[in-house]
């Protein structure tokens, strides 16, 4: 009978890449979730981004876990999903990714509603990022009234897309998987 010990031994089991797949994995499904809300007549042009309010999260407790790649994917997926302009929003994100990395310490040392305050302006600026570039490409201004929408949905669903992503995260914490 073989020793096995020694095949246990070289396994790294303190990888990041699992958990980078499974978050990643997450995203995606975040993404195929607002495409889902985007058919209710309610958010017809204007779904909320609950992927950015997951990046938001995952940027500044788990910097590890979410790379540049999986928040490129998940714009990418999007992008070609909610049929706009490829790459728009994925670079958005990733813009938004950089940014958040700029000003992380601060971030992880604030309160809530500081927390919720610069959601608000990094939602804002990420619209108002896509709407430059949409404008630029079309040479046309689309109509304000989804964008402004849909900003206003993302501020109204941030505390509870964040509070839930939170206790998750702690229920996870208790069973010892993360």
Request: charge should be neutral.
């Amino acid at each position: 009978m073989k020793d096995q010990r020694a095949y246990f031994e070289k396994a790294d089991f303190s990888s990041n890449f699992p958990l980078q797949v499974l978050t990643a994995a997450l995203g995606l499904i975040l993404v195929l979730l607002e495409l889902s809300l985007a058919q209710w007549s309610v958010f017809h042009g204007a779904a909320p981004n609950l992927s950015f309010i997951f990046i938001y999260y995952m940027m500044i407790y788990h910097t590890k876990l979410l790379p540049i790649f999986s928040i490129f994917m998940m714009g990418i997926v999007g992008d070609l999903l909610l049929s706009d302009l490829v790459g728009g929003r994925a670079t958005a994100l990733i813009l938004l990714a950089y940014a958040m990395q700029l000003r992380l310490l601060r971030l992880q040392q604030s309160d809530f509603s500081y927390l919720w305050v610069d959601f608000a302006v990094s939602c804002g600026f990420v619209s108002i990022f896509q709407l430059t570039f949409f404008s630029l490409l079309n040479m046309a201004v689309p109509s304000l009234g989804p964008i402004v929408f849909q900003f206003g949905t993302n501020l109204i669903l941030f505390p509870l897309g964040f509070v839930f992503i939170f206790a998750v995260h702690q229920l996870m914490q208790k069973m010892k998987i993360v």
